[in-house]
């Protein structure tokens, strides 16, 4: 089965990833709004989630009270919730011309599970193969800051959501081996994928990150617009 074929119009697919507490749901956001302050057609979703089945799986995954999961179950999770997400989301707005701002993405699953859960890479691109029709992003926004600023930001904002009583910490009480290889996994993916991914590693101010990206992201619209297919 294949998504696109040449001729349908195709729009344009971004990724936001980065350690919890990397600040990229935050850039997301600002991304969305200047480029709907331009005029352009935005779609904006997460994963896990922001479809109804991905809203069930993403409650019991981020849960802390959900112990003892299997890390292939977990990884399998995480594609169910991806698979929903471009048949429901996804899929239908890059056909129509859409740009898709996506908080996280197979990356996240190679990063955590892959590297994270000791799963390595192979089952997770195997998975994605089958599951996702082998979609991938047109480009992927890594925020890398140092493992130090990441897990101190996460702790703080831990604490804030314990005290709103939000509970979305299963991933966050991992210690800082786990996140140690998340990290190593997500250098490794930037290495590996120079064309798709741009990495952002230093620790800047929201403004100058924004500014960053901002300027990434209309270079690449403006590549496609000009290219001759
Ligand atoms: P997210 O809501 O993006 O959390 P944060 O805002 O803290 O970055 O993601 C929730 C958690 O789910 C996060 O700890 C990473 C984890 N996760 C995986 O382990 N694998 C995946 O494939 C995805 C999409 C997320």
Known sequence: ???????MPRGFFITFEGLDGSGKST?????????????????TTRQPGGTELGDQIRAVLLHSATQNVAPLAEMALMFADRAQSI????????????????????????????????LGSEPVLALHRAVCDDLWPDLTILLLPSLETSLARARRRNGRQMAQGTDENRFEAEGRAFYERVFLKYQEIAARERLRVVAIEEDASVDAIEKRIVEIVEERLERVATSPD
């Open 1 to 7: 089965m294949q998504w696109y074929t040449p001729a």
């Open 27 to 43: 850039q997301l956001r600002l991304l969305a709004r200047t480029l709907q302050a331009q005029g352009r057609a935005v779609t």
């Open 87 to 118: 048949h429901e989301i996804i899929q239908p707005a890059l056909a129509e011309g859409k740009i898709v701002l996506c908080d996280r993405f197979t990356d996240s699953t190679e990063a955590y599970q892959g590297g994270g859960r000791n």
